[in-house]
Nanobody, 121 residues
């Protein structure tokens, strides 16, 4: 069964850290670029971090660069997001995404159900 399951969300104080994990089943994980998106209250979903198939290339939205780290373990079929120095603007539902371009279909996307991260004192 094809599935992406996030875990690790919760409530943390400003300046604290959280580590999100996403476990994949049902597809060839190593072939997919993996991404973390978030949707803040009242805002559109935004791409936060991405890591290419093979793990050599990572990219971050400027607001989290230097604070968040994305990583993947193809053997375990997991992708993680280490979030440090969190602030209230990081409060959001975080989603795991798997993306791959496949001829002739085009972009193939799989999504997790989301995990809530709340940064508050």
């Amino acid at each position: 069964q094809l599935q992406l399951v996030e875990s690790g969300g919760g409530l943390v104080q400003p300046g604290g850290s959280l580590r999100l994990s996403c476990a994949a089943t049902g597809f060839d994980f190593s072939l997919y670029e993996m991404k973390w998106y978030r949707q803040r209250p009242g805002k559109e979903r935004e791409l936060v971090a991405r890591i290419k198939s093979g793990g050599g290339i990572r990219a971050y939205v400027p607001s989290v660069k230097g604070r968040f780290t994305i990583d993947r373990d193809d053997a375990k079929k997991t992708v993680s997001l280490q979030m440090d120095r969190l602030n209230t603007e990081d409060t959001a539902v975080y989603y795991c995404n798997a993306n791959r371009y496949q001829e002739p279909i085009g972009d193939v996307d799989y999504w997790g159900q989301g995990t809530q991260v709340t940064v508050s004192s």
